[in-house]
């Protein structure tokens, strides 16, 4: 594994007036951000500890080195903290980091090409895979789906997708 960093969370904004922040977790099990610190913020300073002490709307409410007041906690919306991959588990085979998927070319079912990852969503239910498509104007979203993505082969740096109809059409 290499020392290159991975998204784990972005801060959402204050909560409160005590300095704790909403924090938005992109783990498997959102608390789970607290067993990687420490963590690299965004703005390059380091989080040696991260406390849980509650939830709210979709995050979790956490307190961080440093952070005391409202007015630091709202500075930091949109800051992302990140860890060293060597810090994170492997994944088991049908599992990937969204970092891995960014940039995989993407073909279908028959072997031709339909672009490439542009970025990884999360909206709740199924991730979505961002596909920057050669002749489209816009991306096209993919449902991160093993029926729609059956196949993704990260050694030799691409994925398959069985697209609904339409989906890749102008």
């Not at 989080?47 to 500075?75: F, N, Y």
């Not at 542009?118 to 104007?137: F, I, W």
Request: net charge negative.
């Amino acid at each position: 594994m290499s020392d290159e960093t991975i998204t784990l969370a972005s801060i959402a904004g204050a909560f409160g007036v005590r300095g704790e922040v909403r924090l938005k977790s992109f783990c498997a099990e959102p608390a789970d951000i607290i067993d990687y610190t420490p963590l690299t913020r965004s703005d390059g300073k380091v989080v040696q500890t991260i406390v849980l002490t509650g939830h709210a709307k979709g995050a979790l409410v956490v307190r961080m080195d440093g952070i005391t007041t409202k007015e630091e906690a709202d500075a930091l919306k949109g800051v992302e903290l990140r860890a060293r991959r060597s810090q994170l588990p492997a994944l088991p085979d049908d599992e990937f980091y969204h970092a891995d998927l960014v940039g995989l070319a993407v073909f279908d079912t028959g072997g031709d090409s339909l672009g490439r990852v542009k970025s990884v969503q999360t909206n709740g239910a199924d991730d979505l895979l961002e596909v920057q498509a050669p002749g489209l104007r816009d991306t096209v979203l993919v449902p991160f789906t093993r029926s729609i993505v059956p196949t993704v082969d990260l050694a030799a740096g691409r994925l398959v997708v069985d697209p609904p109809g339409g989906l890749f059409e102008d």
